[in-house]
């Protein structure tokens, strides 16, 4: 039993009490070196990952660079396109343009037809025109 408990003085270690903190403490500086080790190998696997880093932002800010070279070269000629690209959109966007491939299947299907007979009434032309041709002229028999 300690005799000054209660009256506010610390507490003096007893001879059980120190070994083991002794051995704790030695536990500890035992296990310094491979926590060491550990360290040091911790900090080289950041030093890793710190170049990857640092190359892979130099990579991007290449990348960034050319990204934005391309941009300004292209865009002038993109601004150039607006006024055209507006006028078209505004065409398209008018309600006769959806009539148009309708329009379109009626002209052919209207005029095919008589595209095909005007090319047999050619073929036919031109037959008897050939036969004609062929044909001798009584007239030239004739003499006159």
């Not at 003096?12 to 903190?21: C, H, K, Q, Y």
């Not at 292209?74 to 329009?103: K, S, Y």
């Not at 009626?106 to 009434?121: E, F, T, W, Y």
């Amino acid at each position: 039993m300690d005799p000054f408990r209660g009256l506010g003085l610390p507490r003096i270690p007893g001879f059980g009490e120190l070994v083991s903190l002794l051995q704790t403490q030695t536990e500890a500086l035992a296990q310094l070196p491979r926590t060491l080790t550990d360290l040091n190998g911790t900090v080289r696997e950041l030093i890793e990952a710190t170049t990857m880093a640092r190359e892979t932002i130099a990579s991007a800010q290449r990348m960034a660079e050319k990204l934005e070279t391309l941009v300004e070269e292209l865009e002038e000629p993109v601004r150039a396109l607006r006024p055209g690209i507006e006028r078209v959109g505004r065409v398209l966007d008018d309600p006769a343009v959806d009539t148009v491939p309708e329009t379109l299947r009626r002209i052919h299907d209207d005029l095919m037809p008589l595209v095909h007979g005007l090319r047999q009434a050619q073929n036919r032309v031109g037959s008897v025109t050939g036969l004609l041709r062929r044909r001798p002229r009584d007239e030239e028999d004739d003499g006159y």
